[in-house]
């Protein structure tokens, strides 16, 4: 009698088919929610390593999901020995899919500078490799259903359980990726936990099916040492996170820490602290000054005395440090989405530091929320608002330059009152920088462009908006380091590299900016 007549005639094992088909259908929610990881993390990765772009993102996801559809179309070549062919695609996208994650890092780290199209041939490689072979999961596992059930099924409801469990299960990692597992377990061993899981269905196979399975003793082997090789890369995981990130880095990591939002680091070298969000720089201490001086002061020392002060974004304090240099301010209001920022900042001591202990001021209030929907919901004025994002590399960000917000934070503004965006660079993303001036424009505001060189940077962009003309201050306050009123001026001045380009304006239903952004920084990297 041939394998796959066997198969089709009798229960697998000695056990009763309820036992089987329960463990069958547990093993679609796991094999859905371990095929969501991997996509996760894919995207993740090219977004960390690559710059954080909805570009990254959406070609892995597009490829992920290609690549599901060429292996459910090839699964329709397996013809026999079904369980068997399961049990070793579990183990392939087990050891394959758990791993990829520690080896993207692994070879990002080693690859030279500039050698970014071996990384994306790697990535996407992967990204194919793993996809295809989560698409031979489905249909493989209802063919197994419909040969040992079919008493029980018809095609109708064998479809609608699959399919069932198939979906809970996505809507199960969708959610406790970026809440739970990211933030608690990082994305190395988040990959290796999921991969182990996907082994622990081709044991399940493999038990429930032991009493047909041709090769049994092979494929104890095989899950023996796939365990075994997915158990030492957890145990090492830390480990290898630690050396692959020192190396990107190429400082002394001091602060490494993952929430539902960002990646967070902080390294510290010969030169200074620095401050990296999903693998993009933020700061430098050396000269974190000059950027921050710039983006504050113009906007308090026009507006002569300001009481309220709002502060969109800036998690890391500095803006608030420059604003309480003014004695006139009364409160300062810090609208931060990710808690585990301005709790570092606030409760590290070097951190706190860096900031001048400015996230402890009584003066101060910190709301952890999204800029966009607390300002919806409420109605203060304020005489300054600081707009500290960082740069519109997906829409998520986007969203925050566009007329739609920006009309919210005209509605905020004090009559006599200043709001300041920080605006990426004017020289390498010229025409994203006069986007932002255009879509300002476009809420009726008056708007002062103006640029500031930050070593760590270049040159970088800001712009003021207000209800009235701007008039350079003759006053700032005592001990700044940068910004003068006599420097003032070389910083409204736009050489010819950096004029105004003509911009659409950004609105919430075309995200330019978005685009703008991704295409002019994307000819850097």
């Known amino acids: 009698m041939s394998s796959s007549f066997a198969e089709s005639q009798q229960p697998p094992g000695d056990h009763g088919p309820q036992l089987a088909e329960l463990l069958l259908l547990a093993s679609v929610f796991v094999i859905a929610a371990c095929g969501l990881v991997y996509e996760l993390a894919a995207g993740a990765l090219a977004s960390y390593l690559l710059g954080d772009s909805v570009l990254q993102f959406s070609t892995v996801i597009g490829v992920y999901l290609f690549a599901m559809g060429l292996g459910s179309w090839l699964s329709r070549f397996v013809e026999r020995q079904l369980v068997g062919v399961f049990l070793q695609v579990e183990l392939l996208v087990g050891v394959i ?36 072979l989560v698409g031979l999961e489905i249909p493989l ?40 597992l990211v933030p608690q377990l990082g994305l190395v061993r988040t990959g290796i936990a999921f991969g182990l899981l996907n082994v622990a269905v081709a044991v399940w196979a493999l038990w ?19 365990t075994a090789l997915l158990l030492a890369a957890l145990l090492g995981a830390e480990q290898l996170t630690t050396w692959s990130e020192d190396r990107f880095y190429g400082e002394h990591i001091v602060i490494k820490q993952s929430s539902p939002y960002q990646r967070i680091v902080v390294t510290e070298g010969r030169g200074g602290t620095r401050l990296f969000l999903n693998g993009n720089l933020q700061f430098h201490s050396r000269d974190e000054y000059r950027y921050h001086e710039a983006l504050v002061q113009p906007a308090m020392a026009a507006h002569g005395a300001p009481k309220r002060v709002l502060v969109l974004g800036g998690g890391d304090g500095m803006a608030v440090r420059e604003i309480l240099k003014h004695p006139s301010v009364e409160q300062v209001t810090l609208v931060e989405l990710d808690p585990l920022m301005t709790t570092l900042f606030r409760d590290t001591p070097k951190l706190a530091a860096l900031n001048g202990h400015s996230l402890s001021s009584p003066k101060l209030r910190i709301v952890n929320a999204d800029a966009f929907g607390w300002l919806e919901q409420q109605d203060a004025h304020f005489d300054v608002i600081v707009i500290d994002f960082p740069d519109p590399s997906n829409f998520a960000l986007g969203k925050l330059y566009t007329a739609s917000f920006y009309e919210l934070v005209d509605q905020h503004l004090s009559a006599g009152g200043y709001a300041v965006v920080q605006t990426t660079s004017p020289l390498i993303a010229r025409r994203s920088f006069w986007t932002v001036v255009t879509t300002l424009e476009s809420v009726g505001l008056t708007t002062t462009p103006y640029h500031a060189h930050v070593p760590s940077f270049g040159e970088w962009g800001f712009v003021l908006a207000s209800r009235r003309p701007f008039r350079p201050p003759t006053q ?19 050489p010819p590299d950096m004029a105004r380009v003509p911009t659409d304006v950004n609105r919430l239903s075309n995200q330019v900016l978005v685009q703008e952004f991704e295409a002019e920084w994307g000819q850097v990297h």
Do not use: N, W
């Open 208 to 226: 429930l099916f032991r009493a047909d399975l041709r090769g049994r003793s092979s494929h104890v082997v095989a899950c023996a040492l796939s």
């Open 141 to 180: 596992v209802m063919r197994i259903l419909k040969r040992h059930f079919s008493t029980r099924y018809g095609l109708k409801d064998l479809v609608s359980q699959v399919l069932t469990f198939d979906y809970l299960g996505a809507l199960l990692v969708a959610l406790a990726f970026p809440l739970v």
């Open 476 to 494: 700032f306050p005592p001990g700044l380091r940068f910004i003068t009123p006599a420097s003032l001026p070389a910083l409204l001045d736009f």
């Open 97 to 132: 899919g758990g791993l990829m994650p520690a080896a993207l890092f692994v070879v990002h780290s080693l690859l030279p500078p500039g050698e970014g199209a071996a990384f994306r041939a790697l990535l996407y490689a992967l990204v194919l490799l793993v996809g295809a």
